[in-house]
């Protein structure tokens, strides 16, 4: 199986913060790579596909970039409404996730 | 728009089968080009992908859960299931079930259900 590894595991921001989420993956997934939001008891969040296309519907603060085994995921401008756990999800063989990381308020 | 709820037992003894059931809604699980999907979480860990059903029946499985996993589809219910056999205290997680969108080769999980929590306990 491809390995997602996400970092930070957690961080704390204030609102307005630019935020960077990175995630590697232990060998090339070209750019067959999917971010999500989950907050506690809800349903999980599609942000961005295929490395740096944004779901339809995702505020444009959100940026995914990268390709090859290093990836990014930019939040500009952090709104209460964006704390919450990311996760990356690899599509290039079967399907893995990262560890996720959790977005906290400082 | 499509929504999908994830229902069964909360509790499940060990050794038993696991059986979960998901219900779309908003829409035809027959429309378009998407799998379904079973993926879960263990408390405290990351996301596992359980595997995947099309509505012509064709399934693929996590090779780790492979021998132990069975998922089908009810059209007419407008639902798909998961059957796990042999479940132990390992298998504890929240469940979810997801829509898995496909093009140009690219896959990803839009929407998801909200996920149901499953202990394995005697």
């Known amino acids: 199986d491809i390995q997602m590894t996400q970092s930070p595991s957690s961080l704390s921001a204030s609102v307005g913060d630019r935020v960077t989420i990175t995630c590697r993956a232990s060998q090339s997934i070209s750019n067959y790579l999917n971010w999500y939001q989950h907050k506690p008891g809800k349903a999980p969040k599609l942000l961005i596909y295929a490395a740096s296309t944004l779901q339809s519907g995702v505020p444009s603060k959100f940026n995914g970039s990268g390709s090859g085994t290093d990836f990014t995921l930019t939040i500009s401008s952090l709104q209460p409404e964006d704390f919450a756990t990311y996760y990356c999800q690899q599509s290039y063989s079967t399907l893995t996730f990262g560890g996720g990381t959790k977005v906290e308020i400082k | 728009q499509v929504q999908l709820q994830e229902s069964g037992p909360g509790l499940v003894k060990p050794s038993q089968t696991l059986s979960l059931t998901c219900t779309v809604s908003?829409?035809?699980?027959?429309?378009?080009?998407?799998?379904w999907s079973w993926i879960r979480q263990p408390a405290g860990k990351g996301l596992e992908w359980i595997g995947r059903?099309?509505?012509?029946?064709?399934?693929n499985y996590n090779p780790s859960l492979k021998s132990r996993v069975t998922i089908s589809v009810d059209t007419s219910k407008n639902q798909f299931s998961l059957k796990l056999s042999s479940v132990t205290a390992a298998d504890t997680a929240v469940y979810y079930c997801a829509r898995e969108g496909t093009a140009m080769a690219y896959n990803w999980f839009d929407p998801w259900g909200q996920g149901t929590l499953v202990a394995v306990s005697s």
């Open positions: 059903i099309y509505v012509s029946g064709n399934t």
């Open positions: 908003g829409g035809s699980i027959n429309s378009g080009s998407y799998f």
